[in-house]
């Protein structure tokens, strides 16, 4: 028999992403309408550890599902990574009467989530927010699409200046292991050269495109660069060997850094977010655990918590492709 489930929590943990606050308005207004109870559990597993509850209706999440950022706040917890640090947590949860609870967050999260399940055979429930877009059994996390709107916007504004003064710009995005956003930000913003780190595009020939460009009328050029890109060690080391091989380039760097994690959600990452907060919290209404809420083919779908942690996205080869022919 399914555990009955009476009081569900709800967390953020990691790294924040626009979209999570849409997703906790999410789980909280299902939990109302099957007249259930909701508690918020601040700063993330830490907040967990230290009890830091505090129970939420329907009205308290007002105004929230057009904020970035997390009301519930964010933490890493490393006492969390101990057994000691989660048997704390546990034994806050069943102190609060708490039957399951749902985490916002990335891989790092799941994985806390899935042990947990594991050690205490406690209901667990995951909804994806990255902006890196890089969690197995989704085609999108909460916050993605926003990033990809913020990045497009300032590459935009950027474009400007190198047009203005003819020269080329290194722009970094984030992206540490997976080029989602500097692939698909940058045929949204035209770039000449996406570097991501699941394709090693090499020095000569970055500055053989470099050169064509050049000589086939290009005064300025946008190179979009993924932060987990091997082909330098750090974007201001490629800019260096850039100018000393191709002095004609006046080279500048701009790092768009945190700026992509920030700000309003986009309409698309609101109506994502709502769907898999109903999902989650009506997936372990039914008896369901240990799974992630994804979107696949349109579709909201539950894929198993180590699936999600272990599996690895794919890059859009036929983007790869769009993406060379519109350098051209």
Same mark, same amino acid.
């Given at each position: 028999?399914?555990?009955?489930?009476?009081?569900?929590?709800?967390?953020?943990?990691?790294?924040?992403?626009?979209?999570?606050?849409?997703?906790?308005?999410?789980?909280?207004?299902?939990?109302?309408?099957? @007249?259930?109870? $909701?508690?918020?559990?601040?700063?993330?597993?830490? %907040?967990?550890?230290?009890?830091?509850?505090?129970?939420?209706?329907?009205?308290?999440? @007002?105004?929230?599902?057009?904020?970035?950022?997390?009301? /519930?706040?964010?933490?890493? +917890?490393?006492?969390?990574?101990?057994?000691?640090?989660?048997?704390?947590?546990?034994?806050?949860?069943?102190? &609060?009467?708490?039957?399951?609870?749902?985490?916002?967050?990335?891989?790092?999260?799941?994985?806390?989530?899935?042990?947990? #399940?594991?050690?205490?055979?406690?209901?667990?429930?995951?909804?994806?927010?990255?902006?890196?877009?890089?969690?197995?059994?989704?085609?999108?996390? /909460?916050?993605?699409?926003?990033?990809? #709107?913020?990045?497009?916007? $300032?590459?935009?504004?950027?474009?400007?200046? &190198?047009?203005?003064?003819?020269? /080329?710009?290194?722009?970094?995005?984030?992206?540490?292991?997976?080029?989602?956003? &500097?692939?698909?930000?940058?045929?949204?913003?035209?770039?000449?050269?996406?570097?991501?780190?699941?394709?090693?595009? %090499?020095?000569?020939?970055?500055?053989?495109?470099?050169?064509?460009?050049?000589?086939?009328?290009? +005064?300025?050029?946008?190179?979009?660069?993924?932060?987990?890109?091997?082909?330098?060690? @750090?974007?201001?080391?490629?800019?260096?060997?850039?100018?000393?091989?191709?002095?004609?380039?006046?080279?500048?760097?701009?790092? /768009?850094?945190?700026?992509?994690?920030?700000?309003?959600?986009? $309409?698309?990452?609101?109506?994502?977010?709502?769907?898999?907060?109903?999902?989650?919290?009506?997936?372990?209404?039914?008896?369901?655990?240990?799974?992630?809420?994804?979107?696949?083919?349109?579709?909201?779908?539950?894929?198993?918590?180590?699936?999600?942690?272990? %599996?690895?996205?794919?890059?859009?080869?036929?983007?790869?492709?769009?993406?060379?022919?519109?350098?051209?």
């Amino acid at each position: 028999m399914p555990k009955l489930i009476k009081k569900i929590g709800v967390l953020t943990s990691g790294g924040d992403s626009p979209g999570m606050n849409a997703a906790i308005r999410a789980v909280v207004r299902t939990c109302a309408y099957h @007249n259930i109870q $909701c508690v918020g559990i601040y700063r993330g597993y830490q %907040g967990m550890i230290e009890g830091d509850f505090k129970e939420m209706g329907p009205r308290s999440v @007002n105004n929230t599902i057009n904020k970035g950022g997390t009301i /519930l706040k964010s933490a890493r +917890s490393k006492e969390f990574m101990t057994i000691e640090g989660r048997k704390k947590a546990y034994e806050q949860l069943v102190k &609060a009467a708490i039957d399951a609870f749902v985490v916002i967050g990335g891989d790092g999260s799941f994985t806390g989530a899935e042990i947990f #399940n594991k050690e205490f055979k406690f209901p667990v429930m995951g909804i994806p927010g990255t902006i890196d877009n890089d969690i197995f059994g989704t085609t999108h996390t /909460l916050g993605y699409d926003t990033a990809l #709107n913020t990045v497009v916007e $300032c590459i935009d504004k950027i474009r400007d200046t &190198a047009s203005s003064h003819n020269r /080329l710009f290194f722009v970094e995005v984030m992206g540490r292991d997976a080029g989602h956003i &500097a692939l698909n930000a940058g045929i949204g913003a035209g770039a000449e050269e996406i570097l991501i780190p699941e394709q090693d595009l %090499g020095l000569e020939r970055l500055l053989e495109s470099l050169k064509k460009s050049k000589t086939s009328g290009k +005064s300025s050029s946008i190179v979009v660069i993924a932060e987990g890109d091997k082909i330098g060690k @750090n974007v201001f080391e490629l800019k260096d060997y850039v100018e000393a091989n191709l002095p004609e380039y006046e080279v500048r760097v701009s790092v /768009l850094g945190h700026m992509q994690r920030g700000g309003p959600p986009s $309409c698309f990452d609101r109506v994502l977010a709502s769907r898999l907060g109903v999902k989650a919290v009506e997936s372990l209404l039914d008896g369901k655990s240990n799974y992630m809420v994804g979107i696949l083919n349109g579709k909201v779908e539950l894929t198993p918590l180590l699936k999600a942690i272990k %599996g690895h996205t794919e890059i859009d080869r036929e983007l790869l492709r769009v993406s060379e022919i519109m350098s051209i």
